[in-house]
């Protein structure tokens, strides 16, 4: 990890430390399910547990816990802010034919990072965050996304942590929202067990919005370049839109992941909609249907089509349930066909 994504982290570690201490020591707890608990000296702590299942269709079916996560966020002043997210990934699991086991268990680091507002436009962050690369990654809490599988360019073809400096501006400008990130140097994830996502990394992404009517659409532009630390870069372009019109959540996604070296061209594309049901949702709110369809060609081998069927309710603020059904021309290792469902409890 570079020097200062190290001192980044280490400084957020410690104010976080401090907060806790603080809070705990104070009176006034507020606590509302599903949002987490603010707590006073301006601390936020939330937490949440994901059981999930998976019925692969070439593969034996797994019941298992998919992770815990514990998030935390500080302001011990108006400008300054401390943030982490620490995550238990896999820590119990069942497969057919072979029985239950904890082997799998990993402690990661999701973030962890001090965000300093500079203006009331533009705001810079110092440690581990979420690469902003696309719709997908950005989000990256299991409960919040709409379905249980990833679409297959969002699934680990490029680093999902960045360390050391990003830089955020966002603003508006005649009716229309511009977010802009630059990020960098390097892609490190500090995890409980060894990992090869460590290396250089540096990107950027632009974002504009605008509301037509009943509508509200924003179009990225992503590019970024990385490489293991003693390996050949690539570089990663993408376009993506989330469009918001009526009840429908559009999702949608290009991505294209070039070697610098020998090997081909990876590539995809996807489009989703979320939408609640329309007959049910006076009685069973919250409730909506997902579907998607996309396309994926390796690196090696030949291309992939995928369709999506699932269904995501929140039938309170604290409990998300979501299913779905991926079908698929082939099996690759981003595109799994089968069922896949969890039950993710928010607290």
């Known amino acids: 990890m570079?020097?200062?994504?190290?001192?980044?982290?280490?400084?957020?570690?410690?104010?976080?430390?401090?907060?806790?201490?603080?809070?705990?020591?104070?009176?006034?707890i507020q606590w509302t399910p599903g949002e987490g608990v603010f707590l006073p000296g301006h601390l936020w702590v939330a937490a949440d547990i994901t059981f999930g299942t998976e019925i692969p269709?070439?593969?034996?079916?797994?019941?298992?816990?998919?992770?815990?996560?514990?998030?935390?966020?500080?302001?011990?002043?108006?400008?300054?802010?401390?943030?982490?997210?620490?995550?238990l990934e896999e820590p119990f699991h069942i497969i057919e034919g072979e029985g239950a086991s904890t082997s799998?268990?990993?402690?990661?680091?999701?973030?962890?990072?001090?965000?300093?507002?500079?203006?009331?436009?533009?705001?810079?962050?110092?440690?581990?965050?979420?690469?902003?690369?696309?719709?997908?990654?950005?989000?990256?809490?299991?409960?919040?996304?709409?379905?249980?599988?990833?679409?297959?360019i969002a699934d680990g073809l490029f680093p999902t942590e960045t360390t050391g400096l990003e830089?955020?501006?966002?603003?508006?400008?005649?009716?229309?929202?511009?977010?802009?990130?630059?990020?960098?140097?390097?892609?490190?994830?500090?995890?409980?067990?060894?990992?090869?996502?460590?290396?250089?990394?540096?990107?950027?992404?632009?974002?504009?919005?605008?509301?037509?009517?009943?509508?509200?659409?924003?179009?990225?532009i992503d590019a970024t370049a990385y490489r293991p630390r003693h390996g050949p870069?690539?570089?990663?372009?993408?376009?993506?839109?989330?469009?918001?019109?009526?009840?429908?959540?559009?999702?949608?996604?290009?991505?294209?992941?070039?070697?610098?070296?020998?090997?081909?061209m990876a590539h995809g594309a996807y489009v989703q909609d979320a939408l609640p049901f329309p007959v049910l949702t006076r009685y069973v709110p919250d409730l909506y249907g997902v579907v998607r369809a996309e396309y994926f060609q390796p690196s090696a081998g030949s291309a992939g089509v995928g369709g999506l069927l699932g269904v995501f309710w929140r039938p309170r603020p604290w409990i998300v349930l979501r299913a779905d059904y991926l079908f698929a021309n082939r099996t690759l290792e981003e595109l799994q066909p089968g069922f896949h469902g969890t039950i993710a409890l928010l607290f």
């Not at 104010?15 to 603080?22: H, N, Q, S």
């Open 233 to 264: 870069w690539t570089t990663a372009v993408g376009a993506d839109l989330d469009w918001s019109i009526g009840s429908h959540q559009v999702l949608s996604e290009f991505s294209a992941f070039v070697p610098s070296g020998p090997g081909r």
């Open 104 to 152: 799998d268990a990993d402690l990661t680091i999701e973030r962890l990072y001090a965000e300093i507002l500079v203006t009331p436009t533009l705001s810079v962050r110092l440690g581990q965050v979420f690469t902003p690369f696309g719709l997908w990654n950005p989000v990256h809490r299991a409960p919040l996304l709409w379905t249980v599988e990833e679409p297959a």
């Open 57 to 87: 269709e070439q593969a034996p079916a797994v019941v298992e816990i998919d992770h815990l996560s514990l998030l935390a966020r500080w302001e011990p002043l108006p400008r300054l802010a401390f943030f982490t997210e620490v995550r």
């Open 167 to 220: 830089v955020l501006h966002r603003t508006t400008w005649r009716g229309w929202t511009l977010d802009t990130s630059l990020w960098g140097p390097t892609q490190d994830q500090l995890t409980s067990r060894n990992t090869d996502e460590e290396g250089w990394i540096v990107g950027g992404r632009f974002a504009a919005g605008h509301a037509i009517e009943q509508t509200f659409a924003t179009l990225g």
């Open 2 to 28: 570079s020097g200062l994504g190290g001192v980044g982290r280490r400084l957020a570690a410690l104010a976080l430390a401090l907060g806790l201490v603080r809070a705990t020591a104070a009176e006034g």
